[in-house]
């Protein structure tokens, strides 16, 4: 057993030690412990514990901390049943994302052929002069988006995922099952998601919940003074997990996007910038299908909301550059999805040939932008805003709109949402059975938007401090079942989905942390 466990960290060590050569990172390691190694405070004698110190005192030893912090997290993602390294195990979601997949890029060429514009061209000159004019002003950018609509929507995709059958579940009431009991996926249970959130669930001081309460340390009068002044020490150590875990207790709103920033490893560098810039050249010579889309979606979701209508202009910059975005389509790696591919045109249909449409490979739908209008809060340089958004993306929302049987899927996040409101809410559950209402339905949007769009700001970066300190999505179905129990006597007294819908229209009043803190503390 322990030599099966050495061979498993030598393993690791070599894995690490050869992805660690080829990241942009890699260089600055190098060249700085050079400059070290030749510097006088390196004794020849003492050579290993010289350089070690050395290298604590300039700061590498931390920078290269968090960089297998990093791998190790994205490297969590890759997660797979004995090693596999097949994306997606179970062949029958395989299937369902294959054919999701076709139906995205059915929809796309529909409307392409419908509209009569191709799928990528060149900017012309003048359009190229034009777009860059008003980059920072792009609502003023004058384009027809009348005949396009989004490729799909959340309740489209909800159908395709209510349409999945486990080849070995026989239902015993025949077709047309009311929820997800057909896909026998294991999901946590209440008692398991109170040792995951143990901060929560042991009902500590936490803000959120009560920030003007006084401070356990006398030194500082409230409890908001005493983290803002801890959060100042953790952003000192620029050490990513001790932020992460310094976050499971609520972040004052001063520190939130640098603390964020530390632990996606998404702070900015001379390089990020060059990037970005990089990135926007790409959007200013090529005219994309999808930038009509990203425009149309922009405009139906953030330029409607009293909390992001005045973020419109940086959020068609950060949506149009992450459509350029190659790096994006590492997610693929370990996602269950693949990207769209197109031929070129008038070419032969060959390998040669063939190029991922878009460039991300990431097809934008309605509500998309809502991942990203919440960083506007966050941060007022785009380069800034961009990076950690991306870094958001590629480790967690990504998974809300794909077929997959990850723990941190949207599926097993229904399922999720369902047990525990069938297990907590027996009353609510059957209810909504009698009238006929599948309760996912009522909460879907919720759990595919991460909430964006639906909680006021501020409760919504609550809610989002909870998924970075835990690293997990499971706290969005918690939520979504504590909002259904906290307005539970007055989803009994209607018996439509409109009602229904009505009933919970507005989530303004809802206290995210104290609510999150009701559902897991112990009976």
Known sequence: MDDMKDKSIHFTAQKLTEEIKNMPAYMKFYSGIQKIVSSTCVNKYEFKETLLQAIKQAGIETQLRNTVFHWVRSHNNY?????SSIKEPLAYLRKAQMQWEKRIHKSLNSMCNEIGVPLARFRLASEKDDLEEKWTELSTYDVDLSQYRPVYAPKDFLEVLLCIRSPNYRSMYGEGDWDFTQIPLRVKTLTELRCLYVELSRGEPLLGVNPHMPSAVGSHPTLEAERSVLGEKVLASSHAPVAQEFLKRGCPRSLRGRIWAQIMGSCIHPEHVEYFNSLKEQVLQYDLMVDKLILKDVHL????????FVFEDVLYQVMLCFSRDTEVLSLFNHSAGNPVHAVLKNKPATVENTVVFPPSGIIPFHGFTMYAAPFCYLYDNPVALYHTFRAFYLRYWFRLHEVS???????????????????HEPQLWFHFKHINIQPVRVVFKWLMRAFSGHLPPEQLLYLWDMILAYDSLEILPLLAVSILSFRKDNLLLVDTLSSVEVVLADLSSVAVMTL?????LHD
Request: with cysteine.
């Open 405 to 423: 049987s990850h723990e941190q899927g949207l599926l097993c996040l229904c399922l999720l949402f369902e047990r525990l409101l069938q297990r």
């Open 79 to 83: 997660d797979s049943i004995n090693g």
């Open 301 to 308: 979701t953030a330029s409607n909301d009293d909390q992001y």
């Open 516 to 520: 999150l803190q009701l559902a897991l």
